[in-house]
C-alpha cells in the first residue's frame, strides 16, 4: 500500500532529491521544466504566491514517487477564504508532472487524491491542468466519479508530440 507523506516548501534533500531526479530520468515526457533548478528560479520569480506541496509516496519507507503540487490562499470576493490547488509551476509549464513510472502513476494519483479529500486538510478548487497523454487522467475522472464527486473537464490545451521517432513519422501524423 502507498503511503503519502505531505511536504510542505520546495527542499529537496537526501532520499527526496535523488527519487526527484531518479524518476525524472525515467519520465516518458519532456522534463527540462521540472528541473529543481528550474522550478526553483518559478517560485522564485513567478510563484511567490503559492506554496509547494509535495506528496510523497513511500513504500516500506523508500521514496518510490512525487506528486508536486502548490496551492495559493486568498479570498472569494475578498471575504470568504479560498485555497486553490495545482500542479506545481503548472501556470508556466506545458506539462502537469506526477513523477512516476507510466505503470504505477494511476495507483498514485489515487493515493494522492486519497490525501487530499480524505486528511482534513481544507482547500476549495483542484485544478488538474496540462495532463499529457502520459498522465492519469483518466484515473482521476474514475476516482472522482466512483466518489460522486462533481467535477468540470476542459479538454486540452496542448499535445503531446513524440519526438523519439522520425520527424517524417511526426509530419506524417499532423494535417
Known sequence: MIAIDARF??????DLAAAWRRLQAAATWPTFQHDPEHVAAWLRHLGQDFTPLLLVAREGGEVTEIVPLMFRDGRRRGLLPFRSVRFLADLHADYAAVLAAPERASEVVE????WLFEEGWRWE???LDNLSGAEPAAAVRAWLEGRGIDYALGEGRYYHVDLARPWEDVMAGTS
Do not use: Y
Not at 516548501?9 to 537526501?14: A, P
Open 125 to 127: 478548487a483542484l485544478v
Open 111 to 114: 493515493a494522492a487524491l486519497g
Open 9 to 14: 516548501g520546495f527542499r529537496l534533500e537526501g
